[in-house]
């Protein structure tokens, strides 16, 4: 299998869980394969967060599916108390058995140069925007701070950008 087909789907899986749940990067790259499954006719991921928490909840459609796509992908389904998300041997577009660690946030960082974004972003980023698109579309802070595992609201409301946007229309109201 080529590199790119196993690592453009692994690399989208790992970013939706990261923006779709919320999840810290830690917990995603603890999760073993058996940590996505599907329950009704749901796909569902287990988190184990800070202290070991046990974190639960549904995947949202897309986290589904790229999840799927890179399982199937990666020809890992049958290996359940494996790594989920797992290095790459070099270039050879093999997995190893290892799982993600660093390697998230050195994936993020070349992930974001070549898509030309030149803020430094990283894992936080994308937690901070899954909150914030949460909230946007008329989300709950007590059901986001669920979601993100917090045990304080505030810790929750450190993610929401909503605050934070001036439009570049504002700005050029400056009329000097």
Not at 8 to 29: H, K, M
Not at 41 to 53: A, D, N, P, T
Request: proline share 2%; net charge positive; with cysteine.
């Amino acid at each position: 299998m080529e590199t790119d087909t196993l690592i453009g789907p692994r690399d989208r899986a790992v970013i939706a869980l990261l923006v779709y749940s919320f999840s810290r990067v830690g917990a995603a790259v603890k999760m073993r394969v058996e940590d996505f499954y599907t329950q009704g006719r749901r796909g569902w991921v287990r988190l184990y967060e800070k202290g070991g928490q046990r974190h639960e909840m549904p995947a949202h459609h897309n986290l589904d599916n790229y999840l799927e796509e890179y399982i199937a992908a990666a020809g890992i389904a049958a290996e359940r108390k494996g790594p989920l998300f797992r290095t790459m041997r070099g270039k050879t577009g093999q997995l190893t058995r290892n799982p993600m660690q660093q390697d998230v946030h050195r994936m993020i960082r070349q992930r974001a140069a070549a898509a030309g974004i030149r803020t430094r972003i990283g894992c936080h980023t994308f937690r901070a925007t899954g909150i914030t698109a949460y909230l946007k579309n008329g989300g709950k802070l007590e059901i986001a701070q669920q979601m993100a595992a917090h045990e304080s609201f505030r810790t929750t409301g450190l993610y929401d950008r909503r605050g934070d946007e001036v439009s570049l229309d504002e700005v050029e109201r400056i009329g000097i």
